[in-house]
């Protein structure tokens, strides 16, 4: 039973596109979290949400926009994909923000063609 | 702003041959250091929280070391299976900062 679920793991897409990445946990976590790794492997959180609250917003440009219907989920949505935006995405999630309970998803590997 | 600097970049060892990996860290008030490791096509798995300085955690061929300025992660007699991307992380302390800054990771590649 996995812990940190993404859906779609692969995503290839067109600029310009709409697309949303979806992400379920089941640890009873209260805290969720998206992470970018680049092709360099370099991962840098995006958002966090605590109990469905947005409390981490990094520099990131507004076509992307996170959304928590609860705190079990926290899905991503992106608008007018651009080359750029190619990267991995990571869910995650932990219980109190402490960073030792962080728990990743598998990652979906997005491709903007 | 908090950063992470790990080296080497990569490391290869023979199995059984033992070595550390080096993170440097500068942060406003450490919370925790962190240690992930990586596999290819996979999310990053937690294996140690450090708190303070002088602390030391242990996992079969793994152990972690903290001082105020990096940590360090030693590898005694690894094996193939050891072979990963191992990945550094900072937590500042204060207020409801939950983020976690990373390292750009060691890759390691244990050869039989």
């Known amino acids: 039973d996995t812990a940190v679920s993404q859906t779609p793991k692969y995503l290839v897409t067109q600029m310009g596109n709409d697309k949303s990445i979806k992400c379920e946990q089941n640890?009873?976590?209260?805290?969720m979290y998206w992470y970018k790794q680049d092709s360099k492997k370099f991962l840098k959180i995006m958002f966090s949400?605590?109990?469905?609250?947005?409390?981490i917003n990094e520099t990131v440009p507004n076509r992307f926009s996170p959304k928590s219907p609860d705190k079990a989920h926290l899905n991503l949505h992106i608008n007018s994909l651009e080359l750029g935006d190619s990267a991995v995405y990571f869910c995650?999630?932990?219980?109190?923000?402490?960073?030792?309970?962080?728990?990743f998803g598998s990652g979906t590997r997005l491709t903007v063609v | 702003e908090d950063q992470v600097t790990q080296s080497p970049e990569a490391l290869r060892l023979q199995e059984g041959e033992s070595s550390s990996l080096n993170c440097s860290y500068t942060?406003?008030?450490?919370?925790?250091l962190f240690w992930y490791r990586q596999d290819p096509g996979k999310g990053p798995e937690f294996l140690f929280t450090?708190?303070?300085a002088g602390e030391e955690k242990e996992k079969e061929r793994l152990k972690a070391t903290l001082t105020k300025k990096e940590s360090f992660l030693h590898i005694t007699a690894p094996k193939p299976e050891d072979s990963a991307t191992y990945l550094c992380?900072?937590?500042?302390?204060?207020?409801?900062?939950?983020?976690?800054?990373f390292g750009k990771g060691t890759l390691l590649t244990v050869n039989p």
């Open positions: 450090l708190y303070s």
């Open positions: 942060v406003s008030g450490l919370r925790g």
């Open positions: 992380a900072v937590q500042a302390a204060g207020g409801s900062n939950y983020k976690l800054t």
């Open positions: 995650a999630s932990s219980q109190d923000g402490r960073g030792g309970g962080y728990t």
């Open positions: 640890l009873g976590h209260d805290t």
């Open positions: 949400y605590n109990n469905k609250e947005l409390i």
